[in-house]
């Protein structure tokens, strides 16, 4: 595709010469070689208008001699125009003129510029002296690599100036401007570096949107790093804290109280659903809640909650306990066990017993042996008779 371009390129003017007419000459930079970059709506390309399109401008194309030779005696303008300068214009935009054919200087073109208008001769003295090329030139499409590992989409070629503008921003850097060692005389671009690599003047306006989107894309990373980071610290704190319930679950305290619930559950449940019961879990609450499937089936444990399977169970272990305190009276009913005192104490209620029997004991004929109680009582008999006496 052909298309018409208002170029931008930044470079000092080192050498000033005025004319007796008071005209300025200088030498300037006003196209390079490399990678330009441009919006899509300045190529008229569909999509994204302010998309950033990578364009290739090879050495052979730039210093190419039928292209040099059209920079003789092109217009200088102050700014571009708004379209390509032609006679019907001329007198309206030209400030100037290019005197001579471009010329190489390393990756620059340079030609001579003569400026006839004094406003714009005080526009270069104030500060406004960067130089902008306009001009049409073929883009022919097809993504590549330069040598230097620079990618781009387009590639320029057949390219013909048209016209210079003097502008306060250039394309193609704060370098091509006119030639000037006054200080103070120039303005310097405000560059940064983008994060997708690109060096944009910030002082532009032009680069107001590209500016902002790059700020807008390293804003979300750090905000998206930021939430990872706070996401990675919290799940080490839980794992810090797990660590140091691990730590304590596992010291010798804690698994000895550990075995001995488990125990402890073990005896109760055995209590509950019988001495043949086993389990081989060491959770205590299903060792109940497997205690409980046995002694009342009827029900289905597996849903029941822990503080349900507690009650449960306890309710069991001290049903049975309540049994074991019982026994038949023998008339279809249960009345509570005789409960037998033990040791010394049982000894001595053994004695009391015979005692109670002996008393309650009929006369015996005067043949039969005397019972110990009557063997007692005839001896206190004969105790108190002696004391008569």
Known sequence: MKCTVFDRSSHRITHREYTDEGFLKVPGRVARTGIQEYLARELGLDGDPNRIVRVYRPEDEVFNDSSLGTYDGATVTNDHPKELVTAKNYKAVAVGEVRGSGRRDGDFVICDLI????????DINAGKCELSAGYTAEYVHGPGVTADGQEYEYTQRNIIINHQAVVTKARAGGIARVFDHNPGGNTMPVLITTDSGRSVDVADPANAQVVADSFDRLLKRATDAETKADKAQATADKAAEDLVEARKASGDVAIGERVKAISSAQALARKVAGDEFTCDSLDVIEIKRAALAVALP??????????????AFDAESDKDEEEEEEEDDGKGGKKPKDKKPMG?????FAQFVQLAKDGATPGVTA????????????SLSGAHKQKGA
């Open 344 to 348: 010394d104490t049982a000894a001595l």
């Open 367 to 378: 043949d039969a042996a005397p019972t110990p109680y009557q063997a007692h009582k005839q």
């Open 115 to 122: 400026i006839k208008d004094q406003k714009t001769i005080d």
């Open 298 to 311: 009827k029900r289905d444990w597996s849903d029941k909650s822990a503080g349900y399977v507690e009650a």
